[in-house]
């Protein structure tokens, strides 16, 4: 877990104005790479997320001998060359997978297919993170997988092989679990299929035909896949389009900031990952799309943001995994609203990289916030402002930071985001971004923390 960097926030001088690109999509920046890895070929993608989290899953890979090129600095374009799906190799020591959730769990998938053992690790916040999802579909599969309360807990050592197809009825609304069992599949002797509760963002589903593997999709949501036994490396660029849980951070933001009208460039609005519009929307957001576009195969649009007088509302359960990142800032925008917001279903954000409820609303309530925490949501009564000159604590929790830099801009004085490094994991230039359209947040310069 990332500790330390303590974030200086607001309140904002004036309105947010201006265009922005946020980085590249987090879960296809992964998702990219690891079938990169496992085709036959060279693939090239640009728009690559050069977060901590992306950049693990990529030195995964060439700890298992697939040469990675980066095609510029920034490490937004590289050239992937492919080993196929059974040309890795055993790595010499731990595979770490730092802070990412999504790059340990669709690894796991990747790695029972492996005639070799291995071991993942990460850091000490996903080393509390439940890993039992992936690890019982993989060894039914049979994988056998060895770790902590019975292979819950990394590190974990996976010793895979040829796999059992399965049909995996996943408990959790998770991508990150449908994607291990679908990745999983590609090394097994049949059809492998998975539903789930509520549909997740699928991503896996749309980028595996890119390498030749079909997916298909039932009437009922069940996702199969049956292994063609090889991955082949797309003849055009892999494009990554803009994260709309990154560009959510600003769209609140403007929201809040009076006077505001902010337009983000070519974001991600794949019906799976646009719960936080959906959510905004229903409460009065002044949200506008431009510019409606297919990069690969996702749709994109311009998202333009003018400031409104938000709204409290009960949030959809359905909406809920379209919106499962977007919860911490959307509760900064819930806490800033006229009446009541409420979520439920929403345990999963207990397990995240802190847990989401407790984390925002204690530091939300330390600012003067009016919010109830349920088992698996919140009840948010609005407020006008949030108090300044207070310390809140982001837990080395990415979203924690940057959500309470944007409910800053509405407070009366500095909020002082301690234990805000965690950042870089999915947003390295969050700050200097957040500048440009007139937030007022910076890092604490050494000893003024
Ligand atoms: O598949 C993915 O890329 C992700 C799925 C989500 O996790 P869960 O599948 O655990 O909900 C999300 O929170 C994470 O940031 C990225
Ligand atoms: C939950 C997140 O990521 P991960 O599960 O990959 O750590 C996130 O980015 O908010």
Not at 253 to 268: N, P, Q
Request: glycine share 10%; charged share 20%.
């Amino acid at each position: 877990m990332s500790t330390g960097g303590t974030l200086i926030a607001g309140p904002a001088a004036g309105p947010l104005k201006g265009e922005l690109t946020v980085p590249g999509d987090k879960s296809m920046s992964h998702r990219s790479v690891m079938l990169a890895a496992l085709a036959d070929g060279v693939t090239e993608i640009h728009g690559f997320l050069p977060g901590e989290d992306n950049i693990a899953t990529a030195r995964m890979f060439i700890d298992m001998g697939v040469r990675i090129e980066w095609l510029n600095d920034e490490k937004t374009s590289l050239r992937v060359h492919g080993v196929g799906l059974h040309g890795l190799k055993q790595p010499q020591g731990m595979l770490d997978a730092g802070n990412a959730g999504t790059c340990v769990r669709l690894m796991a998938g990747i790695l029972a297919g492996q005639h070799f053992s291995s071991t993942v690790t990460g850091d000490a916040s996903l080393c509390k993170r439940p890993m039992k999802r992936v690890v019982d579909p993989v060894r039914r599969m049979g994988a056998k997988v060895e770790g902590g309360d019975d292979g819950n807990l990394l590190p974990i050592t996976i010793s895979g092989g040829k796999l059992k197809a399965i049909d995996h009825v996943s408990e959790v609304a998770s991508a990150q679990v449908k994607s291990c069992v679908l990745l999983a599949g590609l090394y097994a002797d049949g059809v492998t299929s998975v539903s789930e509760p509520k549909p997740t963002r699928d991503h896996t589903e749309r980028m595996l035909p890119l390498f030749g593997q079909p997916v298909t999709v039932a009437a009922d949501g069940t996702i199969s896949l049956d292994p063609k036994d090889r991955l082949t490396a797309p003849v055009g660029v892999v494009d990554i389009p803009a994260d709309p849980s990154s560009a959510c951070f600003f769209a609140v933001a403007a929201s809040l900031v009076e006077g505001s009208d902010v337009t983000l460039k070519s974001i991600g609005i794949n019906p799976r990952r646009d719960g936080w519009r959906r959510v905004m929307n229903g409460m009065g957001a002044a949200l506008s799309l431009e510019n409606e576009q297919r990069v690969g195969e996702e749709p994109v649009a311009d998202v333009r943001i003018r400031s409104g007088g938000l709204h409290g509302m009960h949030v959809v359960p359905n909406d809920v995994p379209d919106a499962i990142d977007e919860f911490p800032v959307l509760f900064a925008a819930a806490t800033l609203a006229d009446g009541e917001f409420v979520l439920t279903d929403a345990e999963e954000l207990r397990v995240k990289e802190s847990d989401r409820i407790a984390a925002m609303a204690t530091a939300l309530r330390s600012a003067g916030a009016d919010i109830d925490e349920q088992p698996d949501g919140a009840v948010i009564r609005g407020i006008t402002n949030l108090r300044g000159d207070v310390d809140v604590d982001a837990h080395g929790d990415h979203r924690i930071a940057m959500a309470m830099a944007v409910a800053a801009q509405r407070a009366d004085g500095e909020v002082r985001i301690h234990n805000a490094a965690a950042i870089a994991t999915s947003f390295p230039n969050f700050v200097q971004l957040a500048q440009s359209v007139g937030m007022n947040v910076r890092w604490a310069d050494e000893g003024e923390a």
